[in-house]
């Protein structure tokens, strides 16, 4: 494996768009609603430098079978709070296709929400299909698959440290 953003840089970055968020959502108590599984630690780092009042809410999709997408959304757990009316920041860990951060941010706003935003950790810029601005990305990263901060290959390495890029031999 392959390290592409340190530990330490992680850190900095988090702080910055917390900072970010902070001054952008002052006056306003947002909910935080996490794409499972791979945003949690994310979601973790980033409300914990956030200085405001602040919901978390999980949805639960799954797109992706070990390094692949599969172009199909299973949605396996819904929000339970209520969103009419509320700002939402969508906390992923990863914009690869588009494809799920498209489908919820969609979804939700069928719900009534005064505004939606996103929050990525990591964005594949060159390879996303969407429409919109993320609002908040912590790195651009090249279309390489990438594991550790939450990220899995086959529910592995979710707990490093760093995030490392997956080699065709680890692959194997
Ligand atoms: P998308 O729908 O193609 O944008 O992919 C989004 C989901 O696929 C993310 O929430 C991740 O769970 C997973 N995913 C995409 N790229 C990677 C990667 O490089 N490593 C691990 N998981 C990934
Ligand atoms: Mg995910």
Redesign the pocket.
């Known amino acids: 494996m392959k390290l592409l953003v340190s530990d330490e840089d992680i850190k900095k970055r988090v702080k910055q768009l917390a900072e970010q968020i902070t001054e952008d959502y002052k006056d306003k108590s947002p909910i935080f609603i996490g794409?499972l599984?791979?945003?949690y630690v994310f979601m973790a780092d980033l409300l914990r430098e956030i200085d405001l009042d602040v919901e978390v809410d999980f949805v639960k999709?799954?797109?992706?079978e070990a390094?692949s997408?599969t172009g199909t959304?299973k949605f396996r757990k819904d929000i339970s709070a209520d969103i009419n009316n509320r700002h939402i920041v969508i906390v992923?860990?990863?914009?690869?296709?588009?494809?799920?951060?498209?489908?919820l941010v969609n979804r939700l706003k069928g719900s009534g929400p005064k505004s939606v935003a996103v929050a990525s950790i990591?964005f594949?810029k060159e390879v996303?299909k969407i429409d919109f601005e993320v609002d908040y990305v912590g790195f651009e990263i090249p279309p390489?698959?990438?594991?550790g901060y939450g990220?899995?290959?086959d529910e592995k390495y979710r707990n490093l440290k760093d995030v490392m890029v997956?080699e065709p031999k680890d692959l194997e």
């Open positions: 794409i599984n791979g945003c999709i799954r797109s992706y390094d997408s959304i992923e860990d990863i914009i690869d296709s588009g494809f799920t951060i498209n489908f990591l594949k996303a390489e698959f990438v594991v990220l899995d290959y997956l």
